[in-house]
């Protein structure tokens, strides 16, 4: 069974461009969660998302960041008009039953933006 | 905001126990206490989580005050690649982990 799947796992963008985030989780996990890393920070919680729900998103910003979990298909986080401070790395976890178990991470995808 | 409260750093020894502590002293009765670990460059790792009483696998132990205010993580045997941060995390409101700074563990050979 393969770990959950982020890509890319570096991205480069400059000011005002697009960056898409992907994560794939483990096989039969519905939960899936987004965390941004900031820098020599601890990890902040962005968004939490069951299959084709936002179960909560009070850590997204509220501009320029959304996030989708299809039917079909890796979660998706999106960044519009990035700007320097958007620089981190971002890291995806699922699970299959929420918190009452474990949370599997995977390696990050981490945005420098120009 | 974090609800834990860790030291920043902790040094040990290697082959010798490590006790990370963290103060939780907010969290309420059904709130699980989990612990995580996280490598230079990489994503986090579970180490280990629990309610009321101490639980064991094959990485660390966990021991939970009684008051369930505090706990420990207990590294029986601590190696080189057990150098990491470790976060102690209280469960958040809507079912969301909340990490705090962690503690910066090094292992002395």
């Known amino acids: 069974n393969a770990g959950v799947m982020q890509n890319p796992r570096h991205l480069v963008r400059r000011r005002g461009q697009e960056a898409r985030l992907r994560c794939s989780p483990m096989?039969?996990?519905?939960?899936v969660y987004w965390y941004r890393q900031l820098p020599e920070e601890g990890l902040k919680f962005m968004v939490y998302?069951?299959?084709?729900?936002?179960?909560?998103e009070s850590g997204m910003p509220k501009e320029r960041f959304s996030a989708e979990f299809p039917k079909e298909g890796p979660s998706i986080l999106r960044i519009q008009q990035v700007v320097r401070g958007d620089s981190a790395a971002y890291f995806c976890?699922?699970?299959?039953?929420?918190?009452?178990?474990?949370?599997?991470f995977g390696e990050g995808s981490r945005l420098t933006v120009l | 905001d974090a609800k834990t409260t860790q030291p920043n750093s902790m040094e040990s020894n290697e082959e010798e126990p490590v006790h990370l502590p963290c103060n939780h002293s907010?969290?309420?009765?059904?709130?699980?206490i989990h612990w995580y670990r996280q490598l230079p460059s990489q994503g986090p790792e579970y180490v280990i989580h629990?309610?009321?009483s101490n639980v064991n696998n094959r990485m660390a132990s966990l021991a939970i005050a009684e008051d369930r205010k505090s706990s420990t993580l207990i590294l029986h045997r601590a190696t080189l690649r057990d150098a990491a941060v470790y976060y102690c995390?209280?469960?958040?409101?809507?079912?969301?982990?909340?990490f705090g700074q962690g503690t910066e563990l090094s292992v002395k050979p």
């Open positions: 976890a699922s699970s299959p039953l929420g918190l009452a178990g474990e949370l599997f």
């Open positions: 096989k039969g996990h519905s939960h």
């Open positions: 998302l069951q299959k084709e729900n936002i179960i909560d």
């Open positions: 907010t969290i309420s009765g059904t709130d699980y």
């Open positions: 629990g309610l009321t």
């Open positions: 995390i209280q469960e958040g409101q809507g079912g969301k982990l909340i």
